[in-house]
């Protein structure tokens, strides 16, 4: 619940997939700060990696997932598990 990761990190990952091989930057930055909108994310300022006043005012972040975020994905996971133990996995029910 305490793990903070930034920005570079959740940019790595993304790229390892082909499904984010058109995906910049500049996109990551809209998506997390739609994010921190959407209450999903906390943003926190990172000060432990910065040298100069200037590295200060650019306000580089750090992301933690708000509780909701956590238990919304933790319910998405279950509802997977039941979805599975059912035999109605890949099945759409109307």
């Not at 793990?3 to 940019?11: D, L, N, T």
């Not at 996109?27 to 209450?39: A, G, H, I, N, S």
Request: hydrophobic share 30%; with cysteine; charged share 25%.
């Amino acid at each position: 619940m305490h793990h903070y990761v930034y920005p570079e990190e959740i940019y790595q990952y993304l790229k390892e997939s082909p499904f984010f091989a058109a995906y910049n930057e500049e996109q990551l930055q809209q998506d997390l700060k739609q994010l921190v909108e959407w209450k999903n994310l906390i943003p926190r300022q990172e000060t432990g990696r910065v040298q100069t006043i200037e590295d200060f005012k650019r306000k580089k972040f750090w992301y933690q997932c708000t509780p909701y975020t956590i238990e919304i994905e933790r319910m998405v996971s279950r509802l997977q598990d039941l979805g599975d133990s059912s035999g109605l996995a890949g099945s759409h029910l109307v």
